[in-house]
Nanobody, 126 residues
Framework: QVQLVESGGGLVQAGGSLRLSCAAS????????VAWFRQTPGKEREFVAV????????NYADSVRGRFTISTDNAKNTVYLQMNSLKPEDTAVYYC???????????????????WGQGTQVTVSS
């Protein structure tokens, strides 16, 4: 079993930055991918970014491309989401999710990921 724990959320003014962390423990793996999703009340969980553990290939939602950066620290089994130039519409609960194998298919779909963290709140004030 894999456990994912997010941290780093908080309250920030528009234009500011935050760095989220997703620490993996348990049956971790060197292949596969880790993604960030976000969700606001009444809306479906939305894909933000994904990275593969091995090749470090990345993909981003259009709404965050150029502002957010996803990265890994394999030695720490941790994935980061650096969020710059934050906007009020980035306010959400952010979740990390993982899958044990690499795929290029359906990387934005929530049911493509078997493991999920508990989420961390990000609030951007205007």
């Amino acid at each position: 079993q894999v456990q994912l724990v997010e941290s780093g959320g908080g309250l920030v003014q528009a234009g500011g930055s935050l760095r989220l962390s997703c620490a993996a423990s348990g049956r971790t793996f060197s292949t596969g991918q880790v993604a960030w999703f976000r969700q606001t009340p009444g809306k479906e969980r939305e894909f933000v970014a994904v990275i593969s553990w091995s090749s470090e290939s990345t993909n981003y939602a259009d709404s965050v491309r150029g502002r957010f950066t996803i990265s890994t620290d394999n030695a720490k089994n941790t994935v980061y989401l650096q969020m710059n130039s934050l906007k009020p519409e980035d306010t959400a609960v952010y979740y990390c999710a993982a899958r044990s194998t690499y795929t290029r298919e359906r990387i934005t779909a929530t049911n493509n990921y078997a493991y999920w963290g508990q989420g961390t709140q990000v609030t951007v004030s205007s």
